[in-house]
């Protein structure tokens, strides 16, 4: 179609000869055109979708139809095949903002930390292990804890009821992780009790209170699955603030080396560990710590 429009068109001819007779140079300007316009728009995509999100595509909606309506007015083909090419890619654009938003659910791309939204947390699914394998790798600088919970979630007892991710405008932020452990008495009595690990943030959404929302929501799921106690192995200044407590005061310890105030325990329901005393034992996959 492009063609015919070209072969009627009278008012510009950009043709030039030499001994293999007339060259007609529209073709490649409109190339070189096209070439021009979809390298503008793509890093217009990314900077559109990191500021406002998915939310920006009836921007380029609007924008496309008023470009393909100038272009309908114009009789220059230069200026009009401008215009249309503008418009099109405008469309072209609306499928590229979605699926930029999906790259940056799998982290090829940087999620925006200061855009505004809500946080909610849900229960993982499959297509957020990419995002929760990358939110590990970077918030601990390593790859142990992304291995440990790929590896816990090939257990029969893994719960994915408590494998909680943390959302905000649709990009998974953050991730917490229980799994069934045991206290061991010296007598050999086992006590069931959760452990949770690991809990990551993208240090890019760290200090925005993620990190307790996670604990937070986990806790309650904790208690409608019937755990009655929890333990963790982190930073006290963080985890007092929703119950924990030094392990040691219940006579309970932990399976590694660690300062006695890092090790705690939370009492999910109280006075459930007021007989209870022994060595945590966690999942054998935590020995990778070890």
């Known amino acids: 179609m492009v063609l015919c429009i070209f072969a009627k068109d009278v008012h510009v001819k950009l043709r030039a000869k030499n001994k ?4 007609y140079w529209h073709g490649i300007l409109i190339g070189l055109l096209s070439f021009v316009i979809i390298g503008i728009f793509h890093p217009l995509v990314i900077k559109t979708e990191y500021y406002l999100g998915r939310k920006s595509w009836w921007i380029y909606l609007v924008a496309g139809i008023i470009f393909i309506i100038i272009s309908l007015h114009l009789e220059n083909i230069l200026i009009q095949s401008v215009a249309a090419l503008t418009g099109f890619a405008c469309f072209w654009t609306i499928i590229e903002t979605f699926d930029q938003e999906k790259r940056v659910q799998k982290g090829w791309f940087p999620a925006n930390p200061k855009r505004k939204g809500k946080v909610f947390v849900r229960q993982e699914t499959a297509q957020d292990y ?3 394998r990358r939110i590990n790798e970077q918030a601990f600088g390593q790859l142990d804890e992304a291995f440990l919970i790929e590896k816990l979630r090939k257990r029969d007892d893994f719960n994915p009821d408590l494998s909680l991710v943390a959302v905000k405008n649709n990009i998974v ?3 917490i992780l229980f799994s069934p452990a045991k206290v061991i008495s010296p007598l050999r009595k086992e006590h069931e009790i959760a452990a949770l690990a690991p809990m990551a943030v993208f240090p890019d959404f760290q200090k925005q209170g993620i990190g307790s929302i996670l604990v937070e929501e986990g ?3 904790l208690k409608k699955q019937g755990y009655n106690a929890v333990a963790v192995l982190g930073h006290p200044a963080f985890y007092q603030r929703f119950g ?5 005061k219940f006579e309970i310890k932990c399976p590694y080396e ?3 105030e890092a090790f705690m325990v939370n009492e999910l329901a109280p006075g459930s560990l007021s007989e209870v005393e022994g060595v945590v034992e966690y999942p054998k996959e935590f020995n990778i710590f070890s």
């Open 258 to 260: 660690c300062p006695d």
């Open 130 to 132: 990419d995002s929760i």
């Open 244 to 248: 924990f407590s030094s392990a040691s």
């Open 219 to 221: 806790l309650k799921q």
């Open 20 to 23: 293999f007779g007339v060259m």
């Open 173 to 175: 932020v953050g991730h």
